[in-house]
T-cell receptor, first 114, second 110 residues
Framework: EAGVAQSPRYKIIEKRQSVAFWCNPISGHATLYWYQQILGQGPKLLIQFQNNGVVDDSQLPKDRFSAERLKGVDSTLKIQPAKLEDSAVYLC????????????FGPGTRLLVL | GENVEQHPSTLSVQEGDSAVIKCTYSDSASNYFPWYKQELGKRPQLIIDIRSNVGEKKDQRIAVTLNKTAKHFSLHITETQPEDSAVYFCAAIGNNDMRFGAGTRLTVKP
């Protein structure tokens, strides 16, 4: 079974620039999550999709972050414009159904904002 | 919303000793408690989980205990090995709310 795929693995941008991350979940997984993991901290949930609908985006900074999962499969997370404090690893995870099922994480995208 | 506190933030043990990591949560609606292991530069991986209808669960050298009344749960690793060295995260999930602890960096000295 193929795991969760993410790209790019690394990204360096300057503040105020835009950046987009891509995630392809495990085939058949209905639920997809985007997390932000700042160095030395636990993952923080940014947004959760169930198929192509948003279940929870309460911790997503909506003035600059957006995410979509139009066809209920892969997803993109965008930051526009980026700030220095957005430097983090962005993890994508998927589970077969909801939050109370095992989540499988992708390798993450390490973002550095200069 | 949920608040999860994890202790200690760092833990160093001698190979063969036991390690215990504790988490407390605030939301009584939480009913699923997974533990993840994250090695340096790698993705978090689930190592064990427990649901609120169970008080203890064991898988070889790893066990998790849950006290719903006190709202705390713990990870126990026995006979630690150097390859257990990693950051461990707890999480509390329920009622569409999910929060991770800040992590415990475990170092097992050979």
């Amino acid at each position: 079974e193929a795991g969760v795929a993410q790209s790019p693995r690394y990204k360096i941008i300057e503040k105020r620039q835009s950046v987009a991350f891509w995630c392809n979940p495990i085939s058949g997984h209905a639920t997809l999550y985007w997390y932000q993991q700042i160095l030395g901290q636990g993952p923080k949930l940014l947004i959760q999709f169930q198929n192509n609908g948003v279940v929870d985006d309460s911790q997503l900074p909506k003035d600059r972050f957006s995410a979509e999962r139009l066809k209920g499969v892969d997803s993109t997370l965008k930051i526009q414009p980026a700030k220095l404090e957005d430097s983090a690893v962005y993890l994508c995870a998927s589970s077969s159904q909801g939050q109370e099922e095992t989540q499988y994480f992708g390798p993450g995208t390490r973002l550095l904002v200069l | 919303g949920e608040n999860v506190e994890q202790h200690p933030s760092t833990l160093s043990v001698q190979e063969g000793d036991s390690a215990v990591i504790k988490c407390t949560y605030s939301d009584s609606a939480s009913n699923y408690f997974p533990w993840y292991k994250q090695e340096l530069g790698k993705r978090p991986q689930l190592i064990i989980d427990i649901r609120s209808n169970v008080g203890e669960k064991k898988d070889q050298r790893i066990a998790v205990t849950l006290n719903k009344t006190a709202k705390h749960f713990s990870l126990h690793i026995t006979e630690t090995q150097p390859e257990d060295s990693a950051v461990y995260f707890c999480a509390a999930i329920g009622n569409n709310d999910m929060r991770f602890g800040a992590g415990t960096r475990l170092t097992v000295k050979p």
